[in-house]
């Protein structure tokens, strides 16, 4: 087992393919995939599963993966330390449902930890692809809420995958709704007087099962209700047809303005936003930090 070796597997994992990491490698594609072979052989352990579809880690590989980055990132330190080599590039990526505070961590991350060179991914998506983005380290981090409807659905998909969920802090829901919009100057707003108002959701694509909704009580019915792809979408119509949409209450004024506004909602609900990751995968040092980047921007909303 070489370092070179390592760094083949964290390539092929961070592009999700051989052909794309042998470029970024400047190798042939044969003598990638042959190096990876030799080394499963080496290991006798089963790195990367290789399908018609493609390739992806196998629950070894995820392990295997967790400790050759930690390897590569003590190599890389040595490497600065004594021979004032230049470090590589850094890689993250993160995915989660539609929320600001998820933004500002890592806009602090990149702030406070971004180095000459990195490869930083965010992606606000689908619930199911949260999972999924995780399932593959697409994503190292994934963040999503909790409720009681949809904990047994979400947590045995989560335990299917190997993936586990910690919780980051628990809501009463709210509303979002302009800071024009006639409910703006209640103190609390009930399921009854949203009514007459649009409904706005998140959509979930081909997994748009009540389960894996964004926001709580989908199972309602509304006379009237439009499905976005995208926060700024979504506020936009907050504003434009005096929309509404259910959330946490955390919002952040530097990324949506003081045009939206969260009023509590009059619903026994509670809502348990967290993050997942792999069970057999601990966390690299820009994960760490991310982390500890969302409880510092949570922490002010929360107190």
Not at 110 to 117: I, W
């Amino acid at each position: 087992m070489t370092l070179q070796q390592l760094k083949y597997v964290i390539e092929v994992a961070n592009r999700g393919s051989i052909n794309e990491a042998s470029k970024r490698l400047f190798i042939s594609q044969p003598s990638l995939s042959n190096s990876i072979k030799d080394l499963e052989v080496e290991l006798r352990i089963t790195i990367f599963d290789r399908t018609n579809k493609g390739i992806s880690l196998s629950k070894e590989g995820v392990e295997f993966l967790s400790y050759a980055r930690q390897v590569v990132e003590q190599a890389e330190l040595l490497e600065s330390r004594y021979l004032n080599a230049k470090p590589s590039a850094q890689h993250f990526s993160v995915s989660t449902q539609h929320y600001a505070f998820a933004v500002n961590a890592f806009v602090n991350l990149v702030r406070d930890h971004g180095q000459d060179e990195y490869e930083f991914a965010l992606r606000e998506t689908k619930t199911y692809e949260i999972i999924e983005d995780v399932k593959s380290l697409r994503s190292e981090i994934g963040i999503l809420y909790l409720n009681e409807f949809n904990e047994k659905v979400i947590n045995k998909l989560l335990r299917t995958e190997n993936l586990q969920f910690t919780p980051l802090f628990t809501a009463k829901p709210h509303i979002f709704i302009s800071i024009r919009n006639p409910l703006a100057k209640q103190s609390v707003v009930t399921i009854e007087q949203l009514e007459d108002y649009p409904y706005l959701s998140f959509d979930q694509g081909d997994f748009n099962s009540f389960h894996f909704s964004e926001e709580i009580l989908s199972t309602l019915t509304h006379r009237k209700s439009i499905r976005v792809n995208d926060r700024a979408t979504l506020f936009n119509l907050l504003i434009g047809v005096n929309g509404y949409t259910i959330s946490t209450g955390v919002l952040s004024a530097d990324l949506n303005g003081n045009e939206i506004i969260p009023v509590p909602l009059d619903c026994n609900e509670t809502i348990h936003v967290g993050w997942i990751s792999h069970r057999n995968a601990s966390l690299s040092k820009l994960g760490l930090a991310y982390i500890e980047e969302l409880h510092q921007v949570l922490h002010p909303a929360l107190v």
